[in-house]
């Protein structure tokens, strides 16, 4: 067991876990940040995609004394009122059906709008294949990415 | 207008009582029931019992605020959206002002509260229109007794009463606590299909919003003060089970508070339908956090045996279902021999029209092919998990479960605990596809609350999760077909089989529109465990089917549209035999829109496939166009025509097409589950693969067909067909036949 300081969604968060703990199981069980979810645990799936110093990452095998050296972002930080141009673009094509691949889903395209806020259909591919949505929703996914693409981001 | 009975016998299909707060409730059911509800005597109201037997109700507050229930689990196909437009419609309500609420489950009464076989719209629709109708009566007769004007004079607009000649309003919430005073009307109306405004009007997901920002929603979601994560060690093989366990060395690690063996199941316990458990004894490891539990998970020393063979009557549906489970660890090589082999020698007659010996005596040509499917694993995106807390006299359950009413007689059962201590609350699940119908997770979850005498969630890891069985079974089919010197279809017969169940549905099409037709069956023992899987049987046969005809259709040279035009044409006007159970016009009017939306006759260069298929009451046809780049097959585009009925939330409905087309694309192309030695060699998705946004079509239309039939299945119906559709463009882009399932796992591909 060690303390680790983290900065999540511009907070700082002192928890008590042992070193190997990945990130995902700290933010679920000892912070109860639950929007991000647990689907493979090893990095397959992308349910747990998170941000770190911006970058789309799997918080299932990232470590907490590896994740608290840098800035995290999850689901619950990319906006205040759920109106980041990301969100409103996955209301406006009512993406989701069962709905808990979304959240990885869309950590992993606002990370791949942030840098590439134009991207071409194969960069939608390279960035979200390693998101798996069982319930098939990839076409509404890509829509919804050129629709926020269209927008500005911050 | 249509006048409609709110009563299914005298007894109080639909019973209102107030509200303490003031307000109207309405309740309603799918069958009625005479029971009476303990807690409704204990609080001494007069008609109130009915509202704790009932599975769903509306509020209306005073502010003319309207909450629906919505009865049934919502796996991802819509449900909690679309059942409630139904109570909106006929209540007539500004859908802007409705609250959905996930209803509580109530087993005093039998309701349909299940998420399986695409059944839930359909069986909703009139009872949940009912229920709005009604209320929106109420509401007519208490403004008409307020303002002393004939009820026949009251008009309504989006939760507001009006009166015309007196220019009287009033809001639904005004008139809400008398209206809960009024008799509720033996007969309501209900609205013309023409005047729907909401009913066929798309609607977002009522949970988008939560969805979207990452609110908790699911079962996995679950926390609760002092609650513990308790995850299982299960046999690493089919035919083994758990002899003995050390736990000196798990016991010690950090965060563990217990570690103990379970029975979900005992012996003498009475087996329901959905109560499949692959392995009812378990090893368990209790303590504070996941990844702590994770970890001494690996320390616990299991020793394993050979399981003896197990055989169980089960009743259900009216039906005995004899479940056998044989001693041994299987193969998947000697699964496919013997399919091989059964196909040819043990099989059971189905059906049989005319004198097919004869036509395939007589036969100038027999085309014969074989076709086979694999296992399959659910893999849910959120795997199994169920929080429970039970306590010496009550159980109280949350989480994703398809089934929550045989489940909660399941542990009834258990715990040999009464119906009525029981609660199960139902959560959004990340997706069901039918592994959820089979609860066994929820029952070990309330045996080890009740072992360690504390709240626990219990957690699958997908190892777990893809290696805990229910799978989808492996299917195997023949088909023959005799043609005549002039290429006439004279004769067909269908052999099918697999383990440990036949995909064949008889008297579906091509039956009844061959006059020669053989049908037979076979099925072989395993002791590796299966259940319904997103369209059950259908999920192969239809491929398999569609793709047998594309063959047929090119070895008589003719469209393959044509073909099963001209079948189902002969269906239609002079069906053989009784019992067929589709509709030929609407199956051949899917086919002539997706003929049209696809361009088929004009578009001739693409590489593609069609495919139909009827179940689950509905009927989809699918053209699917593909390119083979760098030597892998890309899907381009998908055109898709459904006739479900009445269509209640298009851009849902549209979304589950597409869901369904692509789901159904990825495991005939690359998902797979095979076995050695009774283990699974996929374990996680590094090995065990499904569909990637790289490898879903580019574009998917879809069509419906514009229909006043009520409305049917939209789940399952557009998963089936699309496997043969795939099959058969691959083969115009490739020249060659695909007839086993996962196709990319075929040399060709493989390079
Ligand atoms: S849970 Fe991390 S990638 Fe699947
Ligand atoms: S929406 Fe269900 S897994 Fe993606």
Redesign the pocket.
């Known amino acids: 067991m060690a303390t680790y300081n983290l900065k999540i969604n511009g907070k700082k968060h002192q928890v008590d876990v042992d070193e190997s703990t990945p990130l995902?199981w700290v933010l679920r069980d000892h912070l109860g940040m639950v929007g991000t979810?647990?689907?493979?645990?090893?990095?397959?799936?992308?349910?747990?995609?998170v941000h770190i110093d911006g970058n789309a990452t799997?918080?299932?095998?990232t470590p907490v004394s590896v994740a608290s050296e840098y800035t995290i972002t999850t689901i619950e930080g990319i906006s205040e009122n759920g109106d980041h141009p990301v969100q409103k673009a996955w209301i406006e094509h009512d993406v989701p059906q069962c709905g808990y691949c979304q959240a990885?889903q869309i950590m992993s395209a606002t990370a791949l709008l942030k840098n590439n806020p134009s991207p071409t259909d194969e960069d939608i591919d390279n960035a979200m294949s390693?998101n798996i949505c069982r319930c098939g929703t990839y076409t509404r996914i890509k829509k919804a990415i050129k629709t926020a693409s269209n927008t500005n981001l911050s | 207008m249509s006048t409609t009975k709110t009563t299914l016998g005298r007894r109080s299909f639909l019973k209102n009582v107030s509200l303490a707060g003031g307000g109207l409730v309405i309740g309603f059911s799918w069958l009625a029931s005479c029971k009476e509800a303990p807690e409704a005597k204990a609080m001494g109201i007069e008609m109130p019992k009915e509202w704790f037997e009932l599975n769903g109700f509306l509020k209306i507050g005073d502010n003319g605020i309207v909450t629906i229930m919505s009865p049934n689990p919502e796996i991802g196909q819509n449900v909690k959206t679309s059942m409630p437009m139904l109570v909106a419609e006929e209540l007539d309500i500004d859908w802007a002002n409705v609250i959905v609420e996930q209803a509580p489950l109530n087993t005093d009464i039998f309701t349909r509260q299940v998420a399986g076989g695409s059944q839930s719209i359909r069986a909703s629709w009139e009872p949940m229109r009912k229920a709005g109708a009604t209320a929106r009566q109420m509401l007519k007769q208490a403004a008409a007794d307020t303002w002393e004007v004939p009820v026949s004079e009251i008009k309504t607009k989006e939760g507001v009463l009006i009166h015309e000649a007196s220019g009287k309003k009033a809001s639904y919430g005004e008139m809400a606590s008398k209206a809960a005073t009024l008799e509720v009307p033996e007969e309501v109306v209900l609205k013309e299909k023409a005047n729907f405004s909401i009913i066929g009007t798309s609607k977002k997901n009522v949970d988008g919003k939560k969805i979207v920002t990452g609110q908790p929603l699911y079962g996995i979601d679950t926390q609760r003060e002092g609650m513990k994560i308790a995850m299982i060690v299960q046999p690493p093989a089919f035919g083994m089970q758990l002899k003995s366990i050390d736990d000196t060395e798990a016991k010690k690690m950090p965060g563990i508070t217990n570690v103990l063996v379970i029975d979900a199941y005992v012996d003498d316990q009475k087996i329901g339908f959905f109560d499949q458990a692959a392995f009812p004894k378990m090893a368990v490891v209790v303590g504070d956090t996941t990844w702590q539990v994770m970890q001494a998970k690996k320390a616990l020393n299991v020793t394993w045996e050979m399981a003896p063979e197990y055989a169980k009557e089960i009743s259900a549906f009216g039906r005995t279902f004899n479940v056998k489970r044989p001693v041994g660890l299987e193969n998947t090589n000697d699964h496919i021999k013997a399919m091989q082999q059964v196909n040819s020698q043990k099989i059971t007659l189905a059906r049989k029209d005319g004198n097919p010996e004869k036509a395939f005596k007589n036969a100038d040509r027999v085309i014969e092919r074989s076709y086979s499917c694999p296992f399959l694993a659910h893999n849910t995106m959120e795997p199994m998990n169920f929080f429970a807390n039970v306590t010496n006299d009550k159980a109280e359950l949350m989480g994703p479960i398809q089934t929550p009413e045989a489940m909660e007689h399941s542990i009834s059962e258990r715990l040999d605990m009464p119906l009525e201590n029981i609660d199960i609350k139902m959560t959004r699940m990340g997706g069901g596809f039918g592994r959820r119908l089979y609860g066994h997770f929820l029952v070990e979850a309330a045996v080890i609350s009740k072992e360690i005498g504390a709240p626990v969630k219990l957690q699958y890891s997908?190892e777990d999760d893809m290696t805990n069985g229910v799978y989808r079974p492996a299917y195997y089919a023949t088909y023959k077909a005799a043609l005549d010197v002039n290429n006439n279809l004279i004769g067909f017969h269908v052999i099918a089989g697999g383990i440990p169940e036949s995909p064949l549905a008889a008297n579906r099409f091509p039956a009844g529109a061959i006059d020669n037709y053989l049908a037979e069956t076979w099925s072989i023992d395993s002791n590796i465990t299966t259940g319904a899987f997103r369209a059950p049987r259908s999920n192969f046969i239809a491929g398999a089917e569609q793709s047998f005809l594309d063959e047929l259709a090119e070895e008589m040279g003719k469209d393959p549209f044509d073909l099963r035009l001209e079948l189902l044409e002969k269906a239609k006007n002079n069906p053989v035999g009784e019992n067929n159970d589709y509709d030929a016009a609407r199956y051949a009017g899917v086919l002539e829109l997706v003929r049209k939306t696809s361009n088929w006759d004009s578009d001739t260069s693409k590489n593609r496939g069609v495919s139909a298929y009827f179940c689950h009451n509905s009927y989809v046809a699918q053209v699917l166009d593909l390119e083979i780049e760098n030597n892998q097959p890309k899907i381009k585009d998908v055109y898709c025509a459904v006739d479900c009925g009445i269509v209640v939330n298009p851009d849902a409905a549209t979304n589950l097409v597409e869901g369904g087309i692509v789901d159904g694309i990825g495991h005939a192309m690359y998902s797979s589950l095979t076995f050695k030695d009774g283990k699974p060699d996929q374990k996680n998705?590094d090995t065990y693969r499904l569909i990637r946004h790289n490898e879903a079509p580019e574009n998917i239309k879809v069509d419906f067909v514009q229909s006043d039939t009520d409305p049917t299945g939209l789940g399952e119906p557009p998963f089936p067909p699309i496997m043969g559709a795939v099959a058969n463009a691959l083969y115009k882009a490739t020249g060659t036949r695909h007839y086993h399932q996962p196709f990319m796992g075929s040399q060709e591909f493989k390079g």
């Not at chain 1, 979810?37 to 995609?49: I, L, N, W, Y």
């Not at chain 1, 799997?58 to 095998?61: D, K, N, P, T, Y």
Request: aromatic share 10%; with cysteine.
């Open positions: 995902l979810k647990f689907g493979c645990g090893v990095a397959q799936c992308g349910a747990c995609t799997r918080s299932c095998v990885g390693g | 997908r998705f």
